[in-house]
Structures are given as C-alpha cells and as structure tokens.
C-alpha cells in the first residue's frame, strides 16, 4: 500500500513558476514508476509527465521544455517543476504511482488527492 500526498499547488501569474512536490509512504517507493496528472474543470484528466524507477523521463508535449520531473528516494518524493506556466495549465495536479508492465494509460496503482494550480493571465 502506497500512499501519496501533493503539495505545492497555488496561485501564480502566468510566466512563473511553482514546484509540485509528491510525498510517498512505504519502503518500496523507490519501484515504483511515479506520474503526474491534471484535470481542468469540464475536462478529463491527462496526462503531464512520468519518471521511472530507473530515472528514465517522459512529458506530454505541451510542457516538454517547461515543465521537469524528478525524483528523490530517500525522501520518498517526486517533485515536478513548472516553468513559464501559462493559463491552460491550470487544473487540479494528481500525483501517481504503478509498478509492473504496462502502460499509464492501461493502469495505475495509486492516486493522490490531488492539488490545485492556476494560472493568471
């Protein structure tokens, strides 16, 4: 059992930044494939960016180049930075977590309660 909970979510001008930080329970974090996602109101959730357990990093493509995750294992954490937001990337923030085979898409473990970022134009 794993338990996940965002932090990190606010309000912020449009240009800035926040950093998203994920906190994890449990001795096998470190196995675990971490993600984030997001959920604008009337849409449905997507998804924004995903490391490994290895460290191997992926980004939906309209935040490649802004937006960085990573990952600290001794503190049971991810944390995803977002640079140069704009007004689309408001929406609540879902931390993740899966192991095994598989896509994102096809399965995930564990979800956080979630946080929520907006974006003033």
């Known amino acids: 059992q794993v338990q996940l909970v965002e932090s990190g979510g606010g309000l912020v001008q449009a240009g800035g930044s926040l950093r998203l930080s994920c906190a994890g329970s449990g001795r096998t974090f470190r196995l675990f494939d971490m993600g984030w996602f997001r959920q604008a109101p009337g849409k449905e959730r997507e998804f924004v960016a995903a490391?490994?357990?290895?460290?191997?990093?992926h980004y939906t493509d309209s935040v490649t180049g802004r937006f960085t995750i990573s990952r600290e294992n001794a503190k049971n954490t991810v944390y995803l930075q977002m640079n140069s937001l704009k007004s689309e990337d408001t929406a609540a923030y879902y931390c993740a977590a899966r192991r095994g085979p598989g896509t994102w898409a096809g399965r995930v473990d564990y979800w956080g309660q979630g946080t929520q970022v907006t974006v003033s134009s």
């Open positions: 490391i490994t357990w290895s460290g191997g990093t």
